[in-house]
C-alpha cells in the first residue's frame, strides 16, 4: 500500500511539474526573439495618471474566464465525459477541455459542473485546489458514460486531482 501512494504522489507531481512549466512558458517573454532592440526609455512607464497607470495608457481589465470547447473540433466525441467541483470554498481549477486544451479558472465558485464530449482519456484530467488553503477543502469527480472513474477529495489546504484514464 505504501508503495502505491508513492507512486500516485510521484505521477500527481510530475503531472503538476509538467503542467507549470507549460504555463510558465507561456508567460515568458523573450525579448532577444523579438527583432526589436531593447529601448530602456521607452519600456519606462510615465507614471502621470490618477490610478497609477501609465500616460496615455488605457486601464486595465481583468480577464474573462476562458470558454471551455464542449465537442471536439474534429466532430462528435467518442465518449461523454462530467467533471464535477464541491467544496467549502472557492477554488482555482485546471483542466483539459474536448479538444485537449488545458484552460485554469481561479477562485472558480462551487458546486461546479462541466460536460462535454472527447476522443483521448489521457487528456481527461482536473486538478482543483483550495483558494483558502487555511480553511476550505475541495472535491473532484470525473464520470464517463454515466460510470464515475476518477474522485478526489482534500482536506483542508490539500489539492484533489482526478483522472480519466
Same mark, same amino acid.
Given at each position: 500500500m505504501p508503495v502505491?501512494? *508513492? /507512486? #500516485?504522489?510521484?505521477?500527481?507531481?510530475?503531472?503538476?511539474?509538467?503542467?507549470g512549466l507549460g504555463v510558465l512558458g507561456s508567460f515568458v517573454d523573450?525579448?532577444?526573439?523579438?527583432g526589436q532592440p531593447y529601448d530602456p526609455e521607452f519600456d519606462e512607464p510615465d507614471f502621470d495618471?490618477?490610478?497609477?497607470?501609465?500616460?496615455?495608457e488605457p486601464t486595465p481589465t481583468v480577464a474573462a474566464p476562458?470558454?471551455?470547447?464542449i465537442t471536439p473540433s474534429g466532430?462528435?466525441?467518442?465518449? *461523454? /465525459? #462530467?467533471?464535477?467541483?464541491?467544496g467549502t470554498g472557492a477554488a482555482n481549477v485546471d483542466f483539459y477541455d474536448a479538444n485537449g486544451?488545458?484552460?485554469?479558472?481561479?477562485?472558480?465558485q462551487p458546486p461546479w459542473r462541466?460536460?462535454?464530449?472527447?476522443?483521448?482519456?489521457?487528456?481527461v484530467q482536473i486538478v482543483a485546489l483550495a483558494d483558502n488553503q487555511s480553511r476550505d477543502g475541495?472535491?473532484?469527480?470525473?464520470?464517463?458514460?454515466g460510470k464515475v472513474v476518477s474522485r478526489d477529495s482534500s482536506a483542508t489546504g490539500g489539492i484533489a486531482t482526478c483522472f480519466g484514464w
Open positions: 502505491v501512494v *508513492t /507512486v #500516485v504522489i510521484a505521477l500527481v507531481l510530475a503531472f503538476c511539474g509538467c503542467v523573450d525579448s532577444t526573439t523579438s495618471e490618477p490610478d497609477g497607470s501609465p500616460a496615455g476562458p470558454v471551455p470547447a466532430g462528435r466525441g467518442r465518449f *461523454t /465525459v #462530467v467533471y464535477e467541483i464541491t486544451d488545458f484552460l485554469h479558472v481561479d477562485g472558480m462541466l460536460a462535454f464530449t472527447a476522443n483521448d482519456r489521457k487528456q475541495v472535491t473532484c469527480r470525473i464520470t464517463i458514460n
